[in-house]
């Protein structure tokens, strides 16, 4: 650990509120850009790093085994997968409850023209390579390793833009009912292919 961390460490163990803004305005800006290529927003981003700096306020480091930076990436870096991991339990959440809703005939999903065109155009507003990775993943049934030999791209690569579709359609079919139809189309395209 260098003389400034040493001195910032100090200082936060005092909570003095100049080393406070000072340790922000060094770190707040990588420590953003490292959050947003995990979570591939930038409110996401900023809302964690700001989450961080808030823990720091409120439990001050007493110690730290390598570095004040190592430990702030560490932070966010760890903030950032428990984010992505609830995501992904609330993704199964909704699945498991379309599921549940489509097996019972108790749900009326009447697909009208105006949700399917709401669909589609969200769907067509997908950066090409997002839109391209996420069609071969949901409508053609393929394996991420197998979109990864066809695209000529890495096997991650494939998970990210799978990943930013399925926000992005989110943040556009914003009603859950509008959601579930499209859930309900992969499905039909699925069971189209494996008749």
Not at 33 to 52: K, S, W
Not at 139 to 156: M, P, Q, R, T, W
Not at 159 to 173: C, I, P
């Amino acid at each position: 650990m260098n003389n400034q961390e040493k001195i910032l460490m100090l200082g936060l163990a005092n909570r003095d509120k100049r080393v406070y803004a000072l340790l922000f305005e060094t770190y707040h800006a990588p420590l953003f850009r490292f959050a947003e290529t995990y979570v591939c927003c930038p409110g996401l981003a900023e809302d964690i790093v700001q989450d961080v700096f808030i823990k720091i306020w409120e439990n001050p480091v007493s110690r730290v085994s390598k570095s004040l930076r190592s430990y702030l990436f560490l932070m966010v870096r760890n903030a950032c997968i428990d984010y992505l991991r609830s995501v992904q339990v609330e993704d199964k959440k909704k699945q498991k409850l379309f599921e549940a809703q489509v097996l019972s005939d108790s749900v009326d999903l009447d697909i009208d023209e105006n949700i399917t065109l709401k669909i589609k155009d969200a769907i067509n507003e997908l950066p090409e390579q997002c839109r391209e990775v996420y069609l071969m993943s949901i409508f053609d049934g393929l394996k991420y390793s197998e979109i990864a030999d066809e695209l000529n791209i890495s096997v991650s690569a494939v998970k990210v833009q799978v990943f930013r579709a399925k926000n992005r359609l989110r943040e556009k079919l914003d009603s859950l009912r509008e959601f579930l139809i499209l859930f309900s189309f992969m499905s039909f395209f699925k069971n189209q292919q494996s008749l």
